[in-house]
């Protein structure tokens, strides 16, 4: 059984290769490569799987996802500059792709232990693009 | 393990009138319905794209974008938007056009040049999702697609056996 939780916040990025040329990271990147950045309004969507526990009926206290999603995405991504503001993205560029996998790392990491586990996580960069990163319990 | 998927969403708007030469008008009103009526009618489609691939390690990308956008402009978009697919494409000049086929002439389009385009060890297609109305939506898994549907959609069986799972 899967339980989601949907969480938002706002920020800029900017998608270049610092050793690229302007033309190629155009080229690669199109408009998300234009220097100074620009921003979205990011939606993730987190699956926690689960079995309800019998007495709670609950796969997850959800005060503890929401508290959990708060700590990891909101608190250090929300209004940043996600190049200049939040690692690893001073190092990795920060398309939809890499920000989906380093949420989806950051939650592993903190879900370990408990008895529910992390089943995807669904980062919407727009309404028309959105990255899935899947897993099963042992999904590191 | 895990599984990385980028899906983009596109729009296009078209007609399409729900009929068939294998039944008769009568039939075919109480097969189809309001979709049968002579002159057609039109919807703002919505069609989804999942791929699924390795995300490159320089560029933090499955695929530029833009790549993406370009070929399902030329495979799907301009050929589709703003037309009356009866007519407008010749795929469904003896297939009906319902969102189920809708759904595999796109499929079978966008595979049709996919490796030559993105290459042997690109990203692949995962899943494709058309969605009609708001209510209602098909949807196919790629690896499902080869086993179900048959090579030639053209085809009469393929034709009634969406039928028969719709109208079952």
Known sequence: MLITRRVEFSASHVCRVPSWSDDQNRATYGEAAHPHGHGHNYLVEVSVGGIPDPITGMIIDLKDLKQILEEEIVEPMDHRFLNYEVKPFDTVVPTAENVALEIWRRLNERLHGIPAYLHRVRLYETADLYVDVVGGRDAK | ?168
């Open chain 2, 1 to 168: 393990m895990i599984l990385t998927t980028l899906t983009r969403r596109y729009h296009f708007s078209a007609s399409h009138r729900l009929h068939t030469a294998a039944l008769s008008e009568t039939e075919n009103a109480r097969v189809f319905g309001k979709c049968n009526n002579p002159y057609g009618h039109g919807h703002d489609y919505e069609l989804e794209v999942t791929l699924h691939g390795r995300v490159n390690a320089d560029t933090g990308q499955i695929v530029p974008i833009e790549r993406l956008d370009d070929y399902v402009r030329e495979r799907v978009l301009d050929r589709f938007s703003n037309r009356y697919l009866n007519v407008d494409v010749w795929e469904f000049r003896n297939l009906v056009p319902t969102t189920e086929n809708v759904l595999i002439v796109i499929t079978r389009l966008l595979e049709q040049h996919w490796t030559e385009r993105f290459g042997n060890d690109g990203p692949s297609l995962a899943r494709i999702h058309v969605q009609e109305t708001g209510r209602n939506g098909f949807e196919l898994e790629i690896a499902d697609f080869e086993r179900n549907v048959d090579a030639e959609p053209e085809r009469a069986s393929v034709q009634s056996e969406l039928h028969s799972r719709r109208f079952a």
